[in-house]
């Protein structure tokens, strides 16, 4: 069986990438995250290119380091600069291992300089999920049609 790639986890994708700049605030991010329902942001530069990542964690981080309202704070401020990215063709354990390895769980996927999605561990393991449920409905219809396993 060929080895699954981060693109399979994207295929099913029809909403573009949400993304954030670094001169937005905190309150905005805030607001993207609940209404997308996401974790994580990319953010770009003015050409488009990644800069960093503004993730749930990252702003609960500011919450519990300051004493004043953090809403008002530039995403630059608390967005992790250090991003871990990966490509369409990242093998999907390559892409799970990096993530665990980094302690993470969104990684922007990348085409050249430019941010094209964002995957997160939740994505794979639904994909894995769904995979397994795929796998035993086909092992239980064979089952069945072949009135189960001879031991001959």
């Not at 994708?13 to 805030?30: A, H, K, N, S, W």
């Not at 795929?134 to 089952?143: F, G, S, T, W």
């Amino acid at each position: 069986m060929a080895q699954q790639t981060i693109d399979t986890v994207l295929k099913s994708r029809t909403t573009p990438v949400v993304t954030c700049r670094p001169d937005d605030t905190i309150q905005l991010v805030v607001g993207l995250l609940n209404r997308y329902k996401i974790g994580a942001l990319p953010v770009t530069d003015g050409d488009g290119r990644l800069v960093g990542v503004v993730s749930e964690r990252d702003v609960i981080r500011a919450l519990a380091a300051s004493q004043g309202d953090v809403r008002a704070h530039k995403v630059s401020e608390l967005m992790s600069r250090d991003v871990v990215t990966c490509t369409r063709a990242t093998a999907i354990k390559d892409a799970v291992r990096l993530m665990d390895k980094r302690r993470i769980r969104h990684l922007p996927v990348m085409e050249g300089s430019r941010v094209v999605d964002m995957v997160s561990l939740r994505d794979v393991v639904s994909l894995r999920l769904s995979e397994a449920e795929l796998e035993a409905d086909v092992l239980r219809d064979y089952a069945r049609a072949t009135g189960g396993v001879s031991a001959h």
